[in-house]
């Protein structure tokens, strides 16, 4: 029991037990709720909507998906790009193969034109017959660097082709 600092006992009158408020107890306050951040969707490109993972007001993570398009204009962008695509690489093993052929064309050309060579010094064909041989060499070379340069070409179109169809798949 308390006392008080003289001595006397304090009269603490009637007593109750302590219990919970009802929980009917409310508070009407007047407000409104708003986002804390409104991000605008924007489509890279045209479709229709297949699906939709969320609605509107649920809670969104950052590259969560929120919606699935149906794409049949991109699709078929995409299926005509694989096909040029394997076109582009389809010529160049075609441009590969002419390469070897003209450069075995070469090699026959240069070894007829060393023989040639070595027989007009002896007089046993005529200087007409070397001139040909040397130029059908001049001319194969020349074969050779245009064959080379069209695999060139070939490859770079190859690399554009496959960029263009990393970003159709990537839109």
Do not use: C
């Amino acid at each position: 029991s308390a006392t008080f600092p003289d001595g006397t006992v304090p009269d603490v009158g009637d007593v109750a037990r302590v219990r919970a408020a009802p929980s009917e107890a409310t508070v009407d306050i007047p407000g409104q709720t708003m986002a804390l951040l409104e991000s605008p969707i924007y489509a890279r490109t045209d479709g229709y909507i297949k699906q939709r993972m969320v609605e509107m007001g649920d809670r969104v993570k950052k590259g969560q998906l929120l919606v699935e398009l149906e794409t049949p204009d991109l699709d078929q962008q995409i299926e005509q790009a694989r096909a040029t695509l394997a076109q582009s690489k389809a010529a160049l093993a075609q441009l590969q193969a002419s390469l070897v052929g003209t450069q075995s064309s070469l090699k026959l050309a240069r070894v007829t034109a060393e023989r040639n060579k070595n027989l007009v010094d002896s007089g046993i064909i005529s200087k007409q017959d070397n001139d040909t041989a040397a130029t059908a060499e001049e001319t194969g070379e020349a074969n050779v660097h245009a064959a080379e340069q069209s695999v060139i070409a070939q490859q770079s179109l190859i690399t554009a082709n496959d960029a263009n169809l990393k970003r159709l798949i990537e839109t």
